[in-house]
C-alpha cells in the first residue's frame, strides 16, 4: 500500500499516468468539477477539500491511492504526505512534464505562469 502523488503543469500527463497505474482509488480536483458540469474557481477549495478527503478515506480503508492534481506548490501537498506518514504509508511523488496541451481549456498565460512558479 502507498500514496502516490502525480504532479505538474495543465497538459503534462498527470491524469493519463495515474490512469495507466490501474489503482482503483484514483482522485482529482477536475473529477469533482466533472460531476458538476465544469470548473468553476470559486469552487476550487471544494474540489481539493473533495479530492483529499477520498484519499483519506482510501488510506484508513488500507488501499493504495493515487491523487493527481497540479501541486504547484510543494506545501500543496503537506496534507497528504502528513496523512500518509501518520498511517506509516509510503509516499511516491511523480513530476509529469510533458507538453501535451490542456484538455480542460486552461489558458495558455495561466499555464506559463503555473510553470514559472513550480516548485521541485
Same mark, same amino acid.
Given at each position: 500500500?502507498?500514496?502516490?502523488?502525480? *504532479?505538474? $503543469?495543465?497538459?503534462?500527463?498527470?491524469?493519463? =499516468?495515474?490512469?495507466?497505474?490501474?489503482?482503483?482509488?484514483?482522485?482529482?480536483?477536475?473529477?469533482?468539477?466533472?460531476?458538476? @458540469? /465544469? !470548473?468553476?474557481?470559486?469552487?476550487?477549495?471544494?474540489?481539493?477539500?473533495?479530492?483529499?478527503?477520498?484519499?483519506?478515506?482510501?488510506?484508513?480503508?488500507?488501499?493504495?491511492?493515487?491523487?493527481?492534481?497540479? !501541486?504547484? *506548490?510543494?506545501?500543496?501537498?503537506? *496534507? =497528504? $504526505?502528513? =496523512?500518509?506518514?501518520?498511517? /506509516?504509508?509510503?509516499?511516491?511523488? +511523480?513530476?509529469?512534464? /510533458?507538453? =501535451? @496541451?490542456? +484538455?480542460?481549456?486552461?489558458?495558455?498565460?495561466?499555464?506559463?505562469?503555473? *510553470?514559472?512558479?513550480?516548485?521541485?
Amino acid at each position: 500500500m502507498k500514496l502516490t502523488l502525480v *504532479r505538474g $503543469i495543465p497538459g503534462s500527463g498527470k491524469s493519463t =499516468y495515474a490512469r495507466g497505474l490501474g489503482i482503483p482509488d484514483h482522485y482529482e480536483a477536475d473529477m469533482w468539477f466533472a460531476e458538476r @458540469g /465544469g !470548473f468553476d474557481p470559486a469552487k476550487l477549495n471544494e474540489a481539493h477539500a473533495w479530492c483529499f478527503e477520498k484519499a483519506k478515506e482510501a488510506m484508513d480503508s488500507g488501499r493504495s491511492v493515487v491523487v493527481s492534481n497540479t !501541486f504547484i *506548490r510543494r506545501w500543496e501537498m503537506q *496534507r =497528504y $504526505i502528513a =496523512y500518509a506518514e501518520s498511517l /506509516g504509508i509510503p509516499v511516491e511523488e +511523480i513530476v509529469m512534464t /510533458g507538453d =501535451y @496541451g490542456s +484538455i480542460h481549456n486552461v489558458p495558455e498565460y495561466t499555464v506559463e505562469r503555473m *510553470r514559472q512558479n513550480f516548485e521541485n
